[in-house]
């Protein structure tokens, strides 16, 4: 099972630039989410989807935006990089009922903003 | 709003240590709670949960009590071993709630 998978791994961007990190999971889960992962803070939800067709903002969404157009996708998008965003990504996704207790995470993205 | 607070680290052992790390939580009703382990170069996964207060979850070795009345979720494993090395959160999600809030990450360091 390739479960949650994130690309790219890594990725080096200047000031300014512009990307997606790709996210996709195979196990028809219905919520998926983005985190940053910062030294000293634990992860800081950025957004979420409870479904396809809707997203909404968690603790830290400025500077990202996301959509949902599939169930198996869940882009998020870095409209103007900048050095605060440099972090590591991770994506995540979960199931209904009791299934909802269960989080799984992809492996992250590594991005530095210069 | 929901918060966890967990014991700073890094904590560095010596094999077949015993491991503590604290975890406190603020919320309102009766969350979920859960440890989360991250192995280096990966991404998180699932150690243990408790859905209800005075349950105990368990894996690998590793123990974690849903106490309502200290509001608390302390992971304790007797005997640690070198592939323990890893960074472990603590979590918590509101009832009815998807996502999840986490603590800071404690980072453990087992030597041979």
């Known amino acids: 099972n390739a479960g949650v998978t994130q690309t790219p791994k890594f990725q080096v961007l200047k000031t300014g630039q512009s990307m997606t990190l790709q996210c996709a999971q195979d196990?028809?889960?219905?919520?998926m989410s983005w985190y940053r992962q910062d030294p000293g803070m634990g992860l800081r939800l950025i957004h979420y989807?409870?479904?396809?067709?809707?997203?909404d903002q968690g603790e830290v969404p400025n500077g990202y935006n996301v959509s949902r157009s599939t169930t198996e996708d869940f882009p998020l998008r870095l409209l103007s990089a900048a050095p605060s965003q440099t972090s590591v990504y991770f994506c995540?996704?979960?199931?209904?009922?009791?299934?909802?207790?269960?989080?799984?995470f992809g492996a992250g993205t590594r991005l530095s903003v210069l | 709003g929901d918060s966890v607070t967990q014991m700073e680290g890094p904590v560095t052992l010596s094999e077949e240590a015993f491991l503590t790390i604290n975890c406190t939580y603020t919320?309102?009703?009766?969350?979920?709670l859960f440890w989360y382990v991250q192995y280096p170069g990966e991404g998180l996964q699932l150690l243990l949960k408790?859905?209800?207060?005075?349950d105990k979850g368990s894996n690998k070795g590793f123990e974690a009590t849903y106490r309502k009345e200290t509001t608390s979720f302390h992971l304790e494993k007797g005997s640690v071993q070198v592939s323990d090395s890893a960074v472990y959160f603590c979590?918590?999600?509101?009832?009815?709630?998807?996502?999840?809030?986490f603590g800071a990450g404690t980072t453990v360091t087992v030597r041979a």
């Open positions: 995540a996704s979960s199931g209904e009922g009791v299934a909802k207790n269960i989080q799984y």
């Open positions: 196990m028809n889960h219905e919520y």
């Open positions: 989807s409870v479904g396809a067709g809707i997203t």
């Open positions: 919320a309102t009703g009766y969350p979920s």
């Open positions: 408790a859905t209800k207060a005075d």
């Open positions: 979590a918590l999600r509101g009832r009815g709630d998807y996502k999840l809030s």
